[in-house]
């Protein structure tokens, strides 16, 4: 089955980092854009960064420019989301999506940020 | 960045409805637009890409339409399964932005 599983979040305190995985099934990540999108509480969705599908691009939002590492584990089909420096802001669910134009979405972890 | 605008933000209408969202870009992104629904406490599911190309498995009743700043996302026949939050998304360029969202609710 095609289908993407995000772990990883929690809640942490302003300042602390968190790492976020997505493991993808039924696909090569080598072989697609993968994406990290985020939807804080109430609010609308928000794009946070893809990589390209040979891993040579990376592209970020202004936001989490310097704080955010988009990476991957091809051996494993693993898709990462570093996040160093959180911010109260950063609350939100997190979405991995598959695509240059999103075809796929994963069901979304939560990040709370907060003392 | 580009900024997109949907129009309604809301709308109320009734089983059986044609219902048509207006997207609008705030510069020409060609037809990198594509158009996801969102249910309640769901994950976001993609209908349409490249402006007018349905997703694998995505009902006809769905279409869109539109290119350059201007697109269009239709609901033939609104049926109780379709209500929920329409997001348009572009990804011609740097950052990719949603637009704000519409909520579409029975009426």
């Known amino acids: 089955e095609v289908q993407l599983v995000e772990s990883g979040g929690g809640l942490v305190q302003p300042g602390q980092s968190l790492r976020l995985s997505c493991a993808a099934s039924?696909?090569?990540?080598?072989?697609?854009?993968m994406n990290w999108v985020r939807q804080a509480p109430g609010k609308g969705l928000e794009w946070v960064a893809n990589i390209k599908e040979d891993g040579s691009e990376k592209y970020y939002v202004d936001s989490v420019k310097g704080r955010f590492t988009i990476s991957r584990d091809t051996a494993n089909n693993l898709l990462y989301l570093q996040m160093n420096n959180l911010r109260v802001e950063d609350t939100a669910v997190y979405y991995c999506a598959r695509g240059s134009g999103i075809a796929l979405w994963g069901q979304g972890t939560l990040v709370t940020v907060s003392s | 960045d580009i900024q997109m605008t949907q129009s309604p933000s809301s709308l109320s209408a009734s089983v059986g409805d044609r219902v048509t969202i207006t997207c609008r870009a705030s510069q020409d992104i060609k037809n990198y637009l594509a158009w996801i629904q969102q249910k309640p406490g769901k994950a976001p599911k993609s209908l349409i890409f490249a402006a007018s190309n349905l997703q694998s498995g995505v009902p006809s009743k769905f279409s869109g339409s539109g290119s350059g700043t201007h697109f269009t996302l239709t609901i033939s026949s609104l049926q109780p399964e379709d209500f929920a939050t329409y997001y348009c998304?572009?990804?011609?360029?740097?950052?990719?932005?949603f637009g704000g969202g519409t909520r579409v609710e029975i009426q």
């Open positions: 039924g696909f090569s990540l080598s072989s697609f854009w």
């Open positions: 998304q572009q990804y011609g360029t740097y950052p990719r932005t």
